[in-house]
Every structure is written in C-alpha cells, then in structure tokens.
C-alpha cells in the first residue's frame, strides 16, 4: 500500500493547526477528501442565488456523498 506525506498536501499547508500523523494509506486519504470535498460543495449548493450561483453539477452529485468510515478523523476506533 501506498502512503501519502499528509504535509506535502497544500490543503493541509494552508489550513491545518496541527496533524495528527505524518502519512496515510494513500486509499483511506482520497476517502476523506472526497467526504470534505463533498461538504465543502454541499455549503457551496445552500449559498444565496446571486451570491454564487450554487455548486457546479460535478460538485452537486459528490455532496450527497456518504461521509467516510471511521468518524471525523478518518480512524476507525
């Protein structure tokens, strides 16, 4: 299995206080990208009309997404 170095990711330079680990199974981390990318789109599909004109419908379908396993950390227990 593939590992990823979670401070290479630019999404965790840019809005991480701190990481918990220093890699992740490269598999289980798509996995928990896809959830928050899917959250990300859904807070984009409430935004007011005229503000910014809702999620494109590649970002729409992803929203209804089920969030990944194992909680908000991505760990199962």
């Not at 590992?3 to 918990?20: C, G, T």
């Not at 928050?36 to 997404?65: I, K, M, N, T």
């Amino acid at each position: 299995m593939v590992d990823v170095r979670l401070v290479d990711l630019e999404v965790i330079k840019r809005y991480s206080l701190a990481v918990r680990r220093d890699s992740a199974p490269a598999a289980e981390l798509l996995e928990v990208l896809d959830a928050s990318r899917a959250v990300v789109a859904a807070a984009l599909a409430r935004e007011p009309s005229g503000v910014g004109g809702g999620a494109p419908a590649a970002l729409s379908a992803e929203a209804s997404a089920a969030p990944a396993p194992g909680g908000p950390d991505g760990e199962a227990g």
